[in-house]
Nanobody
Framework: QVQLVESGGGLVQPGGSLRLSCAAS????????VGWYRQAPGKERELVAV???????NYIDSVKGRFTISRDNAKNTVYLQMNSLEPEDTAVYYC???????????WGQGTQVTVSS
């Protein structure tokens, strides 16, 4: 049973930084597209950042220049460095991993990020 476990969420003031981590129990990151989603209260879940196995990264416009996704395939871990956080970034953040050329998709349990003064 594959598990994704997120960590690193918390309460931070506007302008602050947090680093989220997502560790997988299986050894498949090298063949997976991994990403971070978020869901704010009353809103739909949205894709924030994605990293392909080829090393490409993409971000939604609202986080470009502030968030950075990175991965360590040897550790089966993906990170999301979040800088210059804004109250609008408040949400539950979820890690997702999809094995390429497969229907297998895995989700973490989510970690709360709250940006407030």
């Amino acid at each position: 049973q594959v598990q994704l476990v997120e960590s690193g969420g918390g309460l931070v003031q506007p302008g602050g930084s947090l680093r989220l981590s997502c560790a997988a129990s299986g050894s498949f990151f090298s063949i997976a597209t991994v990403g971070w989603y978020r869901q704010a209260p009353g809103k739909e879940r949205e894709l924030v950042a994605v990293s392909t196995r080829g090393g490409n990264s993409n971000y939604i416009d609202s986080v470009k220049g502030r968030f950075t996704i990175s991965r360590d395939n040897a550790k089966n871990t993906v990170y999301l460095q979040m800088n210059s956080l804004e109250p609008e970034d408040t949400a539950v953040y979820y890690c997702n991993a999809k094995i390429d050329f497969s229907s297998s998709t895995y989700w973490g349990q989510g970690t709360q990020v709250t940006v407030s003064s």
